[in-house]
Nanobody, 114 residues
Framework: QVQLVESGGGLVQAGGSLRLSCAAS????????MGWYRQASGKQREFVAL???????NYADSVKGRFTISRDNVKNMVYLRMNSLKPDDTAVYYC????????WGQGTQVTVSS
């Protein structure tokens, strides 16, 4: 079983930056892809970024060039560096482990003011 705990959310002005962290405990972290998703109020949860066990990355078009996902397999951590934040980035951000089954964290709120 894998437990995921996100942190680093908060309130930031448009154009600002935040770094989200996801701490993973349990087995199999390094062999699974990890991802970030977000859910804005009244909307469905959407994909943000993915990093594989081989450190390949993939991003939603809406965040390409602004967000960077990374991982540290020694510390069992995944990060999401978010630059040039926009009000549309306001959402609860969730960390996901692509194991079998998938695991999700509890989420961390990011609010971007205009």
């Amino acid at each position: 079983q894998v437990q995921l705990v996100e942190s680093g959310g908060g309130l930031v002005q448009a154009g600002g930056s935040l770094r989200l962290s996801c701490a993973a405990s349990g087995s199999g972290f390094s062999i699974n892809s990890m991802g970030w998703y977000r859910q804005a109020s009244g909307k469905q949860r959407e994909f943000v970024a993915l990093i594989t066990s081989a450190f390949s990355t993939n991003y939603a078009d809406s965040v390409k060039g602004r967000f960077t996902i990374s991982r540290d397999n020694v510390k069992n951590m995944v990060y999401l560096r978010m630059n040039s934040l926009k009000p549309d980035d306001t959402a609860v951000y969730y960390c996901k482990n692509f194991g079998i089954p998938n695991y999700w964290g509890q989420g961390t709120q990011v609010t971007v003011s205009s």
